[in-house]
């Protein structure tokens, strides 16, 4: 039997990633004024982008000075694991009508992981639910706060602004990190971009380090278990609630 | 275009490809390769925007405070440290080397 919502745990779980995941709006808040965005268009993303990795893509290319193409185009390409969350958790949660729609709006990496750890089937939907719409409240609430204080610091590098977005990229990139192979994978891309900085317009680079990677996903595919550490849903706080299943996300109940 | 108009579209692939998850048939992306590609391609793109940011200005290949940023956010992270502490360290460290005169 389900036990009431005070002793949920996947509640429990999706109330603490909210709040830990909510938080850090602040920092993309406040380096999207940093790239040049104004408030506006930093709300703009948070509300309906609504997926970290993307939305700092979005503002990464911008602030290197890229064009809104390419910006569009690397905030797509990010947000294309979220299809292949959004087909998992179709199958775990089954949503209809306009719950449809709202579950894909907050279908990203931190409400994936929390409904996938979590057994039960009720305990499933809650986690998804509290920690997607919680991280969509928070995350908004607290980017509106990182914009206006982006806007009241002036001078972005003075602040270290720029270091801080180079971190954040890294902050997101190394929970995925688990394997010789995303290891690889990373420096290789790594290195194509930096190659192809001196060659192409700012922002161009990035989409050539996706037609690397997604050449390495496709042509480096075998038959068989391996591929360990290249599962999209990572859990980013492997330190919260119980995610012993996690792990299977992949394999779909 | 104006930023405005590629925010929109930005928006608009986004949602569509979540929503996608949802509408298309489940056989079609448990499809290993396709999760696979998704995986590789989330690597890569994060990958992609780390050496960017750390070291392209324009097209211009620069060894600036930002380097320092990356090796403090990557001692951050190899302490275990939060997402936010990390960003945190990496602001202070780029700061704190052009306060020393780095560029």
């Known amino acids: 039997m389900p036990t009431d919502l005070r002793h949920s745990p996947g509640a429990r779980v999706g109330l603490s ?13 406040a380096l999207s004024v940093a790239s040049g965005l104004d ?3 930093t709300s703009v993303l948070s509300l309906l982008l ?7 893509a979005f503002i990464g290319v911008i602030a290197g000075g890229g064009s809104g193409p390419a910006a569009a185009g690397a905030a797509a390409l990010l947000g294309i694991r979220n299809a292949v969350y959004g087909m998992q958790l179709n199958a775990l949660l089954h949503p209809r009508g ?4 709202a ?28 920690a997607g719409v919680g991280i969509f409240v928070l995350w908004n609430a607290f980017t509106l706060v990182g914009a206006f204080a982006g806007d009241a610091l002036g001078d972005p590098k003075r602040w270290g602004l720029d270091g801080a977005a180079v971190a954040a990229f890294l902050g997101l990139l190394w929970p ?4 010789r ?16 900085v001196p060659f192409v317009p700012p922002g161009v680079p990035i989409l050539v380090a996706a037609v690397v990677a997604g050449g390495i996903g496709w042509f480096g595919f075998r038959h068989g278990p391996d591929g360990k550490g290249l599962e999209p849903d990572v859990d980013p706080y492997p330190d919260l609630g119980d995610r012993s299943g996690a792990t299977n996300a992949g394999t779909l109940r | 275009m104006s930023v405005w108009f590629w925010i929109v579209v930005a928006c608009a692939a986004g949602f569509l490809t979540k929503l996608l998850g949802y509408l298309v048939p489940r056989k079609l992306l448990t499809n290993a390769r396709i999760a696979r590609v998704a995986g590789t391609l989330t690597i890569g793109l994060l990958a992609s925007l780390t050496a960017a940011n750390a070291l392209a200005t324009g097209q211009a290949l620069t060894v600036d405070a930002r380097l320092g940023a990356l090796v403090a956010a990557a001692t951050a992270l190899w302490l275990k440290a939060p997402f936010l502490v990390v960003v945190i360290a990496g602001a202070a460290a780029a700061a704190g080397l052009r306060l020393l005169g780095a560029a």
Do not use: K, M, N
């Open chain 1, 181 to 196: 192979e995303a290891g690889t994978i990373a420096v290789v891309c790594a290195l194509a971009t930096v190659l192809a």
């Open chain 1, 17 to 29: 990633i909210a709040v830990a995941t909510g938080l850090y709006g602040i920092s993309f808040g």
């Open chain 1, 50 to 56: 609504f997926s970290g990795g993307s939305q700092f």
């Open chain 1, 176 to 179: 995925r990190l688990r394997s």
């Open chain 1, 39 to 41: 408030v506006w268009q």
């Open chain 1, 98 to 101: 306009w719950r449809r729609v």
């Open chain 1, 103 to 130: 579950a894909a709006q907050v279908t990203i990496d931190e409400s994936l992981a929390t409904s996938t750890g979590q057994t039960d089937p009720v305990e499933q939907r809650r986690g998804f639910w509290v």
